[in-house]
């Protein structure tokens, strides 16, 4: 498999500081962007992957998309968190690839509190190349502590993610297209079957649902950086009309695709 930096594509939605309160509480969702969470004051529980969080100050926290996951405060929280999306290879999402410990504490904590503040105060500024430069650069120190703790991949998990390249280029290539299992299976030289159950085992999610993850991932890129209608966002991922749409994009995501576009305008333009 191709390096892993030579390949590496991040999107940064949002980045913010807030306090929030209980009222946050048990709040359940599944989304098409990875987060990160850090409390500089306060206490919580973090839920995802079978497991639970302790949130308390000092310790970074990784949601991955596409997982559901529930959260609760136990009170007044200065809470910091990142909205962003990593992937490589044409599209895989680096954390379904690696899967690291959830969280960590840095060696360095003064050095990881003033990043995030700059990560933070760098989103308010303009949108000039430089602007963006520096906080992916920032950001990919954050995403390098998880990575360094995930274990290896092995040479044959490798092999198998290669063989799978040509149906993630295509899926990449032809996303607002009609895409079809067997259509990937023909480019990889495989029988569906087959097909199938190798893509599985290399990305960890079935093809039907990988090509629905990546369609929704784009919708809410053209939802948070477009003033598009929804027929023609539904239009340009694949996902049929604005009804279809909605519903495909409330049923992974937990709201529809107005609440999420004006949440996520709301988020950005307060930081402005």
Same mark, same amino acid.
């Given at each position: 498999?191709?390096?892993?930096?030579?390949?590496?594509?991040?999107?940064?939605?949002?980045a913010q500081r807030?306090?929030?309160?209980?009222?946050?509480? #048990?709040?359940?969702?599944?989304?098409?962007?990875?987060?990160?969470?850090?409390?500089?004051?306060? *206490?919580?529980?973090?839920?995802?992957?079978?497991?639970?969080?302790?949130?308390?100050?000092?310790?970074?926290?990784?949601?991955?998309?596409?997982?559901?996951?529930?959260?609760?405060?136990?009170?007044?929280?200065?809470?910091?968190?990142?909205?962003?999306?990593?992937?490589?290879?044409?599209?895989?999402?680096?954390?379904?690839?690696?899967?690291?410990?959830?969280?960590?504490?840095?060696?360095?904590?003064?050095?990881? #509190?003033?990043?995030? #503040?700059?990560?933070?105060?760098?989103?308010?500024?303009?949108?000039?190349?430089?602007?963006?430069?520096?906080?992916?650069?920032?950001?990919?120190?954050?995403?390098?502590?998880?990575?360094?703790?995930?274990?290896?991949?092995?040479?044959?998990?490798?092999?198998?993610?290669?063989?799978?390249?040509?149906?993630?280029?295509?899926?990449?290539?032809?996303?607002?297209? #009609?895409?079809s299992v067997p259509?990937?299976?023909?480019?990889?030289?495989?029988?569906?079957?087959?097909?199938?159950?190798?893509?599985?085992?290399?990305?960890? *999610?079935?093809?039907?649902?990988?090509?629905?993850?990546?369609?929704?991932?784009?919708?809410?890129?053209?939802?948070?950086?477009?003033?598009? *209608?929804?027929?023609?966002?539904?239009?340009?991922?694949?996902?049929?009309?604005?009804?279809?749409?909605?519903?495909?994009?409330?049923?992974?995501?937990?709201?529809?695709?107005?609440?999420?576009?004006?949440?996520?305008?709301?988020?950005?333009?307060?930081?402005?």
């Amino acid at each position: 498999m191709r390096d892993l930096g030579n390949s590496l594509h991040l999107d940064i939605y949002t980045a913010q500081r807030n306090w929030v309160g209980p009222e946050w509480v #048990d709040v359940h969702n599944s989304t098409g962007h990875d987060r990160l969470l850090y409390s500089k004051k306060g *206490t919580g529980i973090l839920k995802h992957h079978n497991s639970t969080f302790q949130i308390e100050p000092g310790a970074y926290y990784l949601v991955p998309s596409n997982c559901h996951f529930a959260y609760r405060y136990d009170g007044p929280m200065d809470l910091c968190w990142v909205h962003f999306n990593t992937t490589y290879l044409g599209g895989i999402n680096l954390f379904s690839i690696y899967e690291p410990p959830w969280l960590f504490h840095s060696e360095h904590p003064e050095i990881y #509190d003033t990043l995030i #503040d700059q990560l933070i105060a760098n989103f308010k500024l303009d949108e000039s190349f430089s602007r963006r430069l520096e906080r992916h650069a920032i950001l990919l120190l954050f995403i390098k502590e998880f990575i360094k703790r995930a274990p290896p991949l092995s040479p044959h998990r490798n092999r198998k993610i290669d063989r799978m390249l040509p149906a993630l280029r295509y899926v990449s290539d032809h996303l607002g297209e #009609d895409l079809s299992v067997p259509r990937l299976a023909e480019i990889c030289g495989l029988q569906r079957t087959r097909f199938s159950l190798a893509f599985k085992e290399a990305i960890g *999610t079935a093809p039907a649902e990988y090509i629905r993850n990546k369609r929704i991932e784009a919708a809410q890129r053209e939802l948070l950086f477009t003033n598009k *209608t929804l027929e023609s966002v539904a239009s340009d991922v694949g996902l049929g009309d604005a009804y279809h749409f909605s519903r495909t994009f409330k049923r992974v995501t937990g709201s529809s695709p107005g609440t999420y576009r004006k949440a996520m305008k709301i988020t950005t333009q307060a930081q402005q």
